[in-house]
Nanobody, 116 residues
Framework: QVLLVESGGGLVQAGGSLRLSCTASGIGFTINRMGWYRQAPGKQRELVAT???????NYADSVKGRFTVSRDSAKNVVNLQMNSLKPEDTAVYYC??????????WGKGTLVTVSS
């Protein structure tokens, strides 16, 4: 059974920091890319940051310089360090894993709320 479990969400004041973690298990193929997406109320899900097995990262323009994605490939863990948080970062954050067969897996999401 494929399982992506996120942790680390919560409530933080603007300017604060949070660290999200996601562990993938039960995936019988090599995970090519892991990362984070988010969905704010009334909006579509959008990319936040991804990292490939080779360490290549990709960030949304809105989070560049504030968020850092990292990965422990041996443990199928991906982290997202979020600094200088803004109210507009409030969303449900979803962990994503893309395997070499082109299939995407998703976690159930963790809520991040940034108060002004």
């Amino acid at each position: 059974q494929v399982l992506l479990v996120e942790s680390g969400g919560g409530l933080v004041q603007a300017g604060g920091s949070l660290r999200l973690s996601c562990t993938a298990s039960g995936i019988g193929f090599t995970i090519n890319r892991m990362g984070w997406y988010r969905q704010a109320p009334g909006k579509q899900r959008e990319l936040v940051a991804t990292i490939t097995s080779g360490g290549i990262t990709n960030y949304a323009d809105s989070v560049k310089g504030r968020f850092t994605v990292s990965r422990d490939s041996a443990k199928n863990v991906v982290n997202l360090q979020m600094n200088s948080l803004k109210p507009e970062d409030t969303a449900v954050y979803y962990c994503n894993a893309l395997i070499v067969a082109g299939v995407n897996y998703w976690g159930k999401g963790t809520l991040v709320t940034v108060s002004s």
